[in-house]
């Protein structure tokens, strides 16, 4: 805990006098901070992991938009927001991570748990109200826009090509039953990304990883967390999370009344539905391969696998 410590002082001149473990997500550590007065949340993410490059790479992209967003539109405290640097900087880093500290969110994780009827009402405004801004804002949204790229989909088919004779036992085994499937979402998601570039759909400001460990109850308040996949995209990067719900059609109604002309594309929705899976299915044989791993964290990186690639076969897309 030194170097927190000594993170905290020098980067927020923050005095801590306690460092708390927290639970947190697959791709980063989290903890919480205190000075004795005020609680804050720091957010680590270990330069040792696969994941890391990836998910800090827009952070000096992302943050102003969020801290705009915050200032600026309804959405006030319904995300939060990381604390500046003492030279102004969204984070710090060391040679061993990237650091964002919050303001400590005194609130339970929604989880496991089935969203309440208010949550549902709540979280329908908070994406409806996102989807009120593009190009327009006074932020530069340039390094975020969506260009329907597979950034991963090279490798993967590399290590389902060249590599796959040298994969680790426990990682064949679980991509054998179903390398027919994955190489045709390889085919379909390709065609999709061509047809979605030339067809230029109109694009707004999106979250793209909503889900319920995402969604914190603050109060009266549901807050959207994890905002490292903010894009500049077409509407279905986030509504591909609520159409199998059970409550979309109490959320889509909450939704038409500020967006009255949207219609869903099928296409698109499709794109994005095959592309998270196959997005999800790397990093996870990602971490298998290059993440250093205990034996239970392994074990339990290859039941996400495995459940993945199940969705993928058998037509859990759409």
């Known amino acids: 805990m030194i170097k927190l410590t000594d993170i905290l002082n020098k980067q927020y001149n923050i005095n801590s006098t306690s460092i708390t473990p927290q639970t947190g997500g697959w791709s980063a550590l989290a903890y919480k901070v205190s000075d004795g007065v005020k609680d804050y949340f720091l957010k680590v ?10 998910l800090t790479a827009l952070i000096d992209t992302y943050v102003p938009i969020t801290l705009w967003l915050n200032e600026n539109t309804d959405m006030k405290g319904k995300l939060p927001v990381p604390l500046l640097t003492q030279d102004g900087k969204p984070k710090c880093e060391d040679d061993n991570g990237i650091y964002l500290l919050y303001e400590y969110i005194d609130g339970k994780t929604v989880g496991s748990s089935e969203l309440t009827e208010k949550q549902v ?8 109200t ?4 593009s190009v327009e804002i006074p932020i530069d949204t340039t390094g975020i826009r969506e260009d329907f790229s597979l950034p991963f989909l090279d490798q993967l088919k590399e290590i389902l090509h060249k590599e796959y004779a040298s994969l680790p036992v426990d990682l064949k085994e679980s991509l054998e039953p179903y390398i027919k499937p994955l190489k045709q979402s390889f085919d379909r998601v390709e065609r999709l990304a061509i047809a979605l570039r030339q067809s230029n759909p109109k694009m707004v400001l999106c979250h793209t990883d909503i889900h319920n460990w995402n969604l914190m109850q603050w109060h009266e308040q549901i807050v959207l967390i994890d905002w490292e ?9 986030d509504l591909m999370f609520f159409i199998d719900k059970p409550y979309y059609d109490a959320f889509i109604n909450i939704y038409l009344k500020m967006h009255t002309d949207f219609v869903i594309n099928t296409d698109t929705l499709l794109f994005y539905r095959i592309r998270r899976k196959l997005e999800d299915i790397w990093e996870f044989i990602e971490q298998l391969l290059y993440d250093n791993q ?5 074990n339990e990186t290859i039941r996400y696998l495995k459940s993945e690639l199940k969705d993928l076969a058998f037509g859990r897309i759409i």
């Not at 993410?45 to 990836?54: I, M």
């Not at 996949?229 to 990067?237: R, S």
């Not at 205990?294 to 392994?298: I, K, L, M, T, W």
Request: glycine share 2%.
């Open 121 to 128: 009402q709540q979280i329908a405004k908070i994406i409806a």
């Open 130 to 133: 996102l989807h009120s801004y």
């Open 229 to 237: 996949g903010l894009k500049l995209a077409p509407v279905e990067a």
């Open 294 to 298: 205990e034996d239970q964290e392994r």
């Open 45 to 54: 993410y270990e330069k040792r992991r696969a994941s890391t490059p990836k």
